[in-house]
C-alpha cells in the first residue's frame, strides 16, 4: 500500500481496531471501503469533530485491499 502514490503513510496496528492510533493522530480525511457507513466507522466522531472528512468508498465487486496486496506479493522483485 506504501507504494501507492496516493498514499501518504502505512501505519499498522495490533489492537482489533484503529481506535487508538486514529485519536492519537486526528488525520483530516479518514477512508474506509465501501461495505461501510461513515458514521458507524471507526473514528468517524474523533475526525468530523476536528473538522476532518469520513469518506466510505464505493463499493466495486472483485477489487479488495487484500487481493490487491496478495498481487503484489506475486509482481515484487528482491
Not at 466522531?45 to 463499493?59: M, P, R, W
Request: aromatic share 8%.
Amino acid at each position: 500500500m506504501a507504494g501507492l502514490k496516493s498514499v501518504d503513510w502505512v501505519v499498522q496496528f495490533s489492537e482489533s481496531t484503529p481506535e487508538r492510533l486514529i485519536n492519537l493522530l486526528v488525520p483530516d480525511i479518514l477512508l474506509k471501503g465501501g461495505d461501510y457507513v461513515p458514521e458507524k466507522i471507526v473514528g468517524y466522531d474523533t475526525v468530523k469533530n476536528a473538522g476532518g472528512k469520513v469518506i466510505a468508498l464505493e463499493f466495486h465487486t472483485g477489487y479488495l485491499t487484500t487481493k490487491i496486496l496478495d498481487r503484489s506479493k506475486l509482481t515484487r522483485v528482491w
